[in-house]
């Protein structure tokens, strides 16, 4: 062998064949690869069609997506499932490639205003003119989350999950002090419960997104859903709104007065690590998403049966312009429909979404779960004190405020992230992080 | 390269050039086009939704303006020097621990050795929960002074991140030590004994300079491995809080994939790449690597 190719090597002029096969073999190798970036999207003249999900809704997606396989055997769903925040990243780079699905997973806001204003999603309306009986059952707030500029883009398909403020009444018994109802209440509750050897409130700040809560709601009581749709309508200066300083004002006392368990900053939400010290008997308070209540049981089986699950809104604001009944969190994450699917696929879709989603299959799974189902005269069927309370919470609500980390722009979104951080361990003053998130209008 | 036989010669004795062509195609292919691409898009602002549109400098202005680049630029450089100050002691020592031929130093090197195996994401989250100031280590070993704010304390949070840092990586050094040393002839210590020379002196007369060059190679690996540093500390606190870890790479990614700037983030990276290769470059000219010299002459 090596002789041979040492003999070869006497009769060429190698560098020059070297050189020549060095840019063949790299221009066909390249010219492949381009090749395969542009040709993935073969055969789409059937309605057969994907969707992607998120593995924290997977238990819901897939049960249904078998049913409508069943019932539809010409015109499969593939389900495929990711990480929320996997998610969020392989969607962005899918969203404008042939790779998309057709079922796009959304939990609607500033994400789905870009893919609305880049022409990536499909406008629904015109397809839901005729389902009236589907669309009329979701409650108003909710599907409003799927709506941009007057057109519908997607659809809700999961439970509506409030943030509410949970209580270890074992806590607050020995204690001594009621569950605070407005502000003031907390603040005076801060003293008693450190004194009695407990942490106030406990906070993941560790996960960062639980501190959004807290600005969300404050901004509200005091100032009304007005104050975050000017920032969301990118009014100049909006984010330095009187409602704005004072909430992260108050914000910065609470955390000076002891209020959030030592070392927030350190403690993981995504791990359920805040929920554990409430329920625990750690800390008396914590502010979080109804999605929550799961996790309850997993750390403590008895903790609802034995009395000791309180819940309740967030605090009122005296003297404060927002309702006490408004609530913010998650209406609900949507199904939108890819604009480069075909037609065929698109009826797929809206099969799906308008006769599987929502059915009493469906609907059934979200109240065993002990979640409430965006539908509208739902109350009845719902199962247990904290999903009938939360319910009436729901109903009575003039606003539900999405989070802000949704409805907010990528960008905005972004530094918004880092902001809270630098508030909560007080390296910025309130006003300088309305200058701070001022420089994000816009963006 | 020609000679009075024709040039052939020369080419005998080394590999023939086409072995070089699957390597480069890949370099090509996932190196230098994507970098190419990068300095490309750093003159436009994407979104990476719709088509990139070309703006001039004006991100190029952005970056080199913004407090933050400077912030990441010099956390980055904490993390290189104090990872480098760290990590070579260390793992000098243990790798030559671990060089000496006892059953028991074996035994204690397949433990060292350890985190080699796991992956970052894994070292990440198991690093999450010890360091929970409620439920981790202080917990454990019910040592108040364990439950510490690690990840939320601006002031102690870097220093933990070059030690999580440090703990995935000294058995990689450890290991290139280990190889090093015994690659030592025993005739030099042999020599060194008979003329009374104790182990602290044969460490350092012997043991360190025989290692320049793996000192020098494990330095470069460290240095440009702790510049373009990222999954443990995205893990750990996503570049928080605040600004308080957001390394070079780090802002990159936050800027290009959370904030959706892919304009920004293809400057840092722009930025990256040519720091990276500065510093790799000026580290083996600068100690003189390349020109590979035998370290055992008249041994």
Redesign the interface.
Known sequence: MTHI??EA??RRP??HT?QV??TV??TA??GL?LAACGSANGGTTTGAITAWGTTADRPLIEPSVAEFNKANPNTKITANYFGTNDYK?KI??A??SPQVPTLVYTWGGGTMA??V??N?LRDLTPDLTNKQTFTERLIPSVAAGGVNGGKTYAIPMDPTSPVILYFNQDVLKQVGVAQPKTWDELLAAVPKIKAAGFAPIALG??S?WPYLMWIEYLVDRIGGPEVFQNILDDKPEAWSDPAVIKANTMIQQLVKAGGF????????AD?N?DL??MVTG?AAMLLQGAWAYAGIAQINPTFESSGKLGFGPFPAVTGGKGDSKNIAGNPASYWAISAKATEAQAKTALDYLTNTVWNDAYTKSVIDAGNIPPLIGIGPQLQGDFAKGLNEMIKQAPNFQQSWDLALS??A???F??QL??L??A?VTPAQFSDNMNKTIKK | MSTRN?G?IA??SAP???LV?PA??FF??FAI?PLLIALGLSFTSW????APVFNGITNWINQVSDPVTYNALWLSLQVIVFSWIVQTPLSLLLGVFTAGRHRYRAVLAALYFLPLILSSAAIGIAY??L?????GLGKAFNLPIL????????ALVLYVVIFVIAWQFIPFHSLLYQAGARQIPASLYEAAQLDGAGRVKQFFYITVPQLKNTIIASSTLMVVGSLTYFDIVYILT??????ATRLLPLDMY??G?????LGGASVLAVILVVIGLLLAAGLTKFSGFNRMSSQQDGA
Request: charged share 15%; glycine share 10%; aromatic share 10%.
């Open positions: 190719s040492q090597e006497h190698r560098h070297a096969l060095t073999v790299t190798v390249l690869l990243d962005r780079t969203i404008n870009q893919y204003k880049a990536l700040g560790g960062k368990a030592d070392g927030f900053a350190s403690v993981s791990t690590a554990a010290l750690k990528p960008a979104s972004a530094e992230w880092t951080d630098l909560f361990n390296s | 024709g052939a080419h005998l023939s050039t086409w062509v480069l195609i090509l292919g086009v979104d990476g939704l719709t999450k929960a360091l929970d100031p409620n439920y439950s510490q704010d690690w990840l939320g304390n601006p996503q570049g928080g809080p605040g600004y936050l800027t994939f959370s904030a959706s700037d």
